[in-house]
């Protein structure tokens, strides 16, 4: 078994800088047989000790001057910094060795004469020491190394993600544009048809918002009950004129039973759009109770979709107001009157008093920023939908204005007796944009030239 001072040397690379012939040969008997890989060099021979790069530990002889050995020990600490340096030390010498202490590093002092296992042991410390270092190096290098990688990456994954946001955007802007004309399409439709009114269409839609807020809905629900009121009379399209013409209370109990398949068509049409299953729920159970005696799956209470509750308040509401519930065209406070003996009843008692604390107050108007066609400029941005008389669509909210569609509405205009006013927007604020300073995904804040307030030509 190897003596305990010689543990450690094994393939350990030793240099000896000493230009006194007794002490590299003392040296050299030292390590004899300990498995250390020896080189032995003058003072002088810095092109030899260039090539020590692997070197654990240097014993540098100072002879009987330290100071002479300043030039060789900077040498040696410049060309291997992490070798552990050993000074052999002749006799009393504290002042020049603090001299030289104070210029180069050196990490241990061995006075001659001395036994080699007290060098050796010196040694097996020092070639430790020296691994450390070098491995310390290795693993900061490494490191250093893999956080520039994973720095590259994560830029890397933040333009990818960044990227990726812009096209997820650009894929759901123009989904809605899609879905938008399609449902501006299907309320055309209603439009169009004699028997059915697009524009209280429109009204119901804003009164049963306005109700959701209050009642705190969210974002969500509002823009369902939105389109489901706009589409709440699509199923019409399917009844027989007779029952479109009479008032809904004067319809026998066989006549209102027809006039409720209105949902089965209403289901119909919307079919192959499948994102709109919500706003179809709100649809079908327009006619529902809370007491439980509704139609079509006689639901009782809170089981009714609240889109649907909303619905049913806000669009008999009109019904009333407009004769084509009794066949009489009623006041305000008549209404009220009405729907209260049946709070509880048809109605949802909390939706009843946000519909009525709603209509209590003013109606909205244009402010003094709306603008005329004269006023129009090209690249400008319609911000609410615009519609004839016959409540058909001619523009929809988003369009961007251009010379031809500007003329068009001019000739709009000249068909009628009053100016046309229009909401419009700035364009560059017009749209969501994804600030490429931040790399985030961002809406920008929309500059209204006019309040939100639909414009009928």
């Not at 654990?56 to 002879?63: K, R, S, T, Y």
């Not at 994102?275 to 079509?296: C, N």
């Not at 046309?420 to 600030?435: S, Y």
Request: aromatic fraction near 6%; hydrophobic fraction near 40%; glycine fraction near 6%.
């Amino acid at each position: 078994m190897p003596k305990a001072h010689t543990v450690g040397l094994n393939q350990a690379n030793v240099v000896c800088i000493s230009a006194n012939a007794d002490t590299q040969n003392w040296i050299t008997a030292s390590f004899a047989g300990t498995g250390v890989t020896l080189s032995v060099c003058a003072p002088d021979e810095q092109d030899r000790l260039a090539q020590q790069l692997n070197t654990d530990v240097a014993i540098v002889d100072l002879g009987t001057d330290p100071t002479a050995m300043l030039t060789p020990l900077c040498t040696l600490n410049t060309l291997l910094p992490h070798c552990f340096v050993i000074g052999l030390v002749h006799g009393d010498q504290a002042a020049p060795l603090i001299k030289v202490v104070n210029q180069c590093d050196l990490d241990r002092f061995v006075p001659l004469p001395n036994k080699a296992a007290v060098l050796l042991k010196h040694v097996a410390n020092g070639v430790q020491n020296a691994r450390l270092k070098r491995e310390n190096e290795r693993l900061e290098t490494l490191v250093h190394k893999q956080n520039h990688q994973l720095k590259s990456m994560a830029l890397d994954l933040r333009d990818k993600v960044l990227q990726r946001s812009r096209q997820l955007y650009s894929s759901l802007t123009q989904l809605q544009q899609h879905q938008r004309a399609f449902e501006q399409m299907l309320y055309n439709f209603i439009s169009i048809d004699p028997y059915l009114d697009g524009k209280r269409a429109k009204d119901i839609s804003y009164t049963a918002q306005q109700v959701a807020k209050r009642l705190g809905l969210s974002d969500g629900q509002i823009e369902q009950l939105r389109l489901a009121a706009v589409l709440g009379e699509i199923g019409k399209l399917g009844l027989d004129v007779p029952l479109l013409k009479r008032p809904f209370n004067k319809l026998t109990y066989q006549q209102q039973q027809g006039f409720y398949a209105q949902i089965q068509h209403a289901e119909m049409i919307l079919s192959p759009a499948s994102h709109l299953d919500d706003v179809k729920a709100i649809i079908r159970h327009q006619f529902e109770q809370v007491s439980g005696s509704g139609y079509p799956d006689k639901l009782r209470g809170k089981a009714i979709p609240i889109g649907a509750r909303i619905l049913a308040a806000v669009r008999d509401y009109y019904w009333y107001a407009t004769g084509e519930m009794t066949g009489n065209k009623m006041p305000h406070r008549a209404i009220k009157l009405e729907m209260r003996q049946f709070e509880r009843l048809k109605y949802d008692p909390q939706v009843l008093k946000a519909l009525f604390s709603q209509l209590a107050e003013k109606p909205r108007h244009l402010d003094e920023y709306a603008l005329t066609t004269d006023e129009l400029k090209p690249g400008m941005v319609l911000k609410s939908n615009l519609y004839n008389d016959e409540h058909i669509l001619v523009l929809s909210e988003g369009t961007v204005l251009t010379e031809v569609n500007i003329a068009r509405l001019k000739g709009i205009e000249a068909k009628h007796t009053g100016l046309l006013v229009l909401d419009i927007r700035k364009p560059e604020t017009a749209c969501e944009a994804v600030d490429s300073d931040n790399e985030t995904a961002s809406s920008s804040s929309v500059q209204d030239l006019s309040t939100e307030t639909p414009v009928t030509a």
